[in-house]
């Protein structure tokens, strides 16, 4: 189990720069829909009418009332187990963000219909920070309290910083948050106690990926990376994983892609640093200006990054040639519709089944795996006769996820060094494969990705003794 042990989140690490790409005002960072699609300001749903009842007899935060065999609290009655949703939906993460959210939403849509979990229905409460950690805060508040957005558990929490600045809360409130990052910290006990981290981290990710480029183009790379706990966690690893093999490290940009700046002077290193590879751990458009930058004055090498790093609507764009030539993708799960597991299966049918005309889009796998990851939780914690926000904390920490072959499975029992995830996946880029118009109903649509590897561990990431984050803001 993660450890009880708890230090105090140090007031850095909750406002330093973005978990899944930085500080970028640009509304298509990491993302592939339209950003106006479904934000709305607080909400993705209108105020329900299955609001707990009876808030004037709970005791303190959890109190607790019998439904049957199951002891319940705040945010489960005998109808209803609400599940809260701190999502940016309206923000620079907005277009990959809601279409994470209208996957989860298919995803108890279809639970509900086939009877939900211990007789309840699930009802998201999605509530919109805007990528923003005061609006996150506040959200916070509403979804930990006892009104008629409280929630058991957090089922996702946007960004680094953001989840950061309520992690202390959630130990406090008794509550868990999945959180949409996947930075090391959150596999720290130090850091992350009831933030429950899914696949691998920007870290052991990078780990990967630079051996996989390494092995297929070269020993010398050059590091590019936003500051803060994204964008170093990725360069902390890509370095790790350059000492371990021996590579020669030409240019070192840890944090020196500083998001809506000049990035000519990033560029020019790269040209004359003589690469074999550059792993960049940025933002889609700034990817875009900086490959494009670097191409453009003749350089050479080949690209890869942590996976917020590409969008696949890059290959809409001019970069396109370049991208397919030169560019390979690294993620954490399988992508849409390029394999036939039971969970992909499931997916694919249950987006055709309820958002037919939905654009396709590999984020979608991120959303299911969201909720296949939830509903293990609250099963278990119904299994055990406790669907209190502490019942739900304790099954959090004796539950093995079985990812129905979407991505490794994933446990937080035992030790950190035990528990994490070390395998992420590599994909060629093909402009051929991809399909810029392709909605989910299409057999043919796809995002321009051939499996190259995965799920697979480097030895650096396999060898590595994880004691605590790879980065941490101080």
């Not at 140090?10 to 993302?31: F, K, R």
């Not at 290959?315 to 992909?344: E, I």
């Not at 990812?403 to 060094?417: D, S």
């Not at 994909?427 to 051939?450: H, I, L, N, R």
């Amino acid at each position: 189990m993660k450890s009880i042990k708890w230090l105090a989140m140090l007031l850095a690490l909750a406002l330093v720069a973005a978990a899944c790409g930085g500080g970028d005002d640009d509304s298509d960072e990491g993302t592939d829909a339209d950003s106006s699609e479904g934000s709305d300001d607080d909400s993705m749903e209108d105020d329900d009418d299955d609001s707990m009842e009876d808030d004037d007899s709970m005791e303190d935060d959890e109190s607790m009332e019998e439904h049957g065999d199951i002891v319940t609290g705040i945010g489960v009655d005998e109808e209803t187990i609400k599940i809260g949703y701190n999502a940016d939906l309206s923000g620079i993460f907005a277009p990959l963000v809601i279409q994470i959210i209208d996957a989860t939403e298919v995803y108890w849509e279809k639970v509900n219909d086939n009877g939900g979990i211990a007789g309840r229905e699930v009802e998201p409460v999605i509530l919109d920070q805007a990528y923003d950690v005061p609006k996150h805060l506040e959200n916070y508040e509403r979804l930990a309290g006892e009104g008629s957005d409280g929630v058991v558990m957090i089922g996702q929490s946007t960004g680094s910083p953001h989840t950061a600045a309520t992690a202390a809360d959630l130990v406090d409130d008794d509550l868990i948050a999945i959180p949409l990052s996947w930075y090391s910290g959150w596999a720290d006990p130090t850091i992350g106690q009831n933030v429950f981290e899914v696949q691998t981290n920007y870290c052991l990710e990078a780990m990967n990926g630079v051996t996989h480029m390494s092995e297929s183009h070269g020993n010398k790379v050059a590091i590019i990376s936003f500051p803060g706990e994204y964008g170093q966690d990725g360069a902390q690893g890509a370095k790790k994983a350059a000492e371990a093999l021996g590579l020669e490290v030409v240019y070192d940009g840890e944090g020196a892609v500083v998001p809506g700046s000049d990035q000519t002077p990033v560029i020019t290193e790269i040209v004359n640093s003589g690469a074999d590879f550059v792993w960049g751990t940025i933002n889609p458009t700034t990817l875009a200006e900086i490959m494009g930058g670097a191409v453009q004055q003749g350089f050479e090498g080949q690209w890869s990054g942590n996976s917020p790093t590409f969008n696949f609507q890059l290959l809409a764009g001019d970069l396109a040639d370049a991208l397919d030539q030169y560019y390979t993708h690294s993620t954490y799960t399988a992508l849409w519709n390029t394999d036939d597991t039971p969970g992909m299966t499931e997916v694919v049918e249950a987006m055709r089944e309820y958002r037919p005309e939905a654009p396709v889009s590999d984020v979608y796998i991120i959303g299911w795996i969201n909720g296949i990851i939830v509903q293990t939780i609250l099963e278990q914690a119904a299994a055990n006769g406790d669907m209190t926000r502490a019942g739900v904390v304790a099954a959090a920490n004796e539950v093995s996820v079985d990812m129905k072959g979407l991505g490794p499975n994933q446990t937080w029992i035992g030790e950190p060094n035990d528990f994490i995830v070390r395998e992420s996946y590599v994909y060629d880029v093909s402009k051929a494969d991809f399909t810029p118009d392709g909605t989910v109903s299409d057999e043919d649509a796809g995002t321009g990705f051939t499996l190259i590897d995965g799920p697979f561990a480097s030895e650096t990431a396999q060898n590595y003794d994880f004691q605590e984050a790879c980065f941490s803001a101080e």
